[in-house]
């Protein structure tokens, strides 16, 4: 019994806290086909994410680090609020900023000129830009991986849309001199390791310099109009939009750029890499083979009515809401299914700001009579690739899982 996917804990919390759930009777939805658990069996509520600014409704997934997922039904609002965002730490937390604008962060490696800058002066000297956008941890989803893969179980909660505002490290980069040798950057944040040695780092990414220089990623100091907060990398972070949430690194000190792929810690072997040709689940893998993931999979959620939502009897028409996010190339559609799969209906999307922000469906589906039903939601990307049945592909820490979303509501 170690498969049941935390989305279910998810919706069940939300039911306990409810007067009518599905949980009180015992019906959950299951994340996975096969899965019908009994109620018994499922987790205990998961442990409550107390955190000043921060929803008391996110799951937390660890303490030690500190990480929590946002549950589907908050993501319902068009931009994702900071208090909803949810919250991923590889180590500690470093000591909040006192004085903000005088925050540093150097430039160096394969550049004409070291660069060293405060945050006060990197507001002024370059300029501003704001994009709603989707950051997305490389493991959302990992909990629908069977067998489990290593590491915090994420359902589809390990993502956000939200308003970023700074510069285009692309300006920056090009203020510092790129030399012809610079291909690949890598970056630094402030945080110290969990063990307490200063000679350790948590986490340190990087990405092909082409992902650097791409106008949507940026470093930046603002999220949803507010200063950025400590607890998402405040004073200053980068971001680097539809690709693993762990390159952009928050607290950010240092930015290195390079003539080889960036070597720190969550680089190379299984850190961020999947198979490129497909290994049995559950076997072991040095991956060294492996390729770094790059743009996050295709993925949709529904994000109302919530997970276990009961509706009143005689109920004929369900208001599905959700988002869809992910592919390279964009999300064409949405199709969402009340007969498990045999039968699709596409919803209406909104249009996206921009190539990383989230598209956000809604669909009104007829229901035939009163009863359990499970609500499905696949997308599909301009290249005519959906979301999978089942999670694909899977590696030893579980990235890049982006099955169907499954939920279910009860009517009368
Ligand atoms: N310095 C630093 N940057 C970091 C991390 C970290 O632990 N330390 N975690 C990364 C990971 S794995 C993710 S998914 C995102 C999460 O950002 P958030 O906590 O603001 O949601 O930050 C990334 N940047
Ligand atoms: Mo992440």
Known sequence: MTTYPNGIKAGRRSLLRGTAGLAALGIIAPQLPGLFAAASAQPKEAAVFNHPGKHKDLALLGDKPLVAETP?????????????????????????ATNPDGWK??????????????????????????????????????????????????????????????????????????????????????????????????????????????????????????PLSHIHGGPVRLLVPGWPGSLSTKWLSNIVVRSTPHDGAGMGGTSYRVPVTPIVPGSSNDGKSFRDMEAMPIRSIVTAPANGTRLAAGTRRLALRGAAWGSSVGVARVDVSLDYGQTWQT??????RNPFDWVRWTHSMPVSSDGYYEVWSRATDRNGVSQ?????????????????????VMVG
């Open 105 to 226: 962060i150097t430039v160096e490696g394969e550049v004409n000129a070291k660069l060293e800058l405060s945050l006060g002066q990197l507001k002024q000297r370059f300029p501003a830009q704001t994009h709603r956008m989707v950051m997305e941890c490389g493991g959302n989803g990992r909990s629908f991986f069977v067998p489990p893969g290593r590491g915090n179980q994420w359902t589809n909660g390990g993502a956000g849309c939200a308003e970023w505002t700074g510069v285009k490290l692309a300006d920056v980069l090009a203020a510092a001199g790129l030399k012809d040798s610079a291909k690949f950057t890598g970056s630094w944040g402030t945080d110290p390791h969990l063990s307490g040695d200063p000679e350790k780092r948590a986490i340190s990414r990087g990405n092909p310099l082409s992902k650097s220089m791409d106008p949507h990623t940026m470093i930046v100091w603002g999220m949803n109009g507010q």
């Open 347 to 352: 919803a209406s999307m909104a249009a996206p």
């Open 72 to 96: 589907e039904h908050l993501l319902d609002d068009d931009t994702t609020p900071t208090d909803k965002f949810f919250v991923r730490n590889n180590g500690g937390m470093p000591d909040e």
């Open 388 to 408: 999978p049945i089942v999670a694909a592909n899977w590696n030893p820490q579980g990235y890049g899982a982006n099955p169907i979303n499954r939920m279910a």
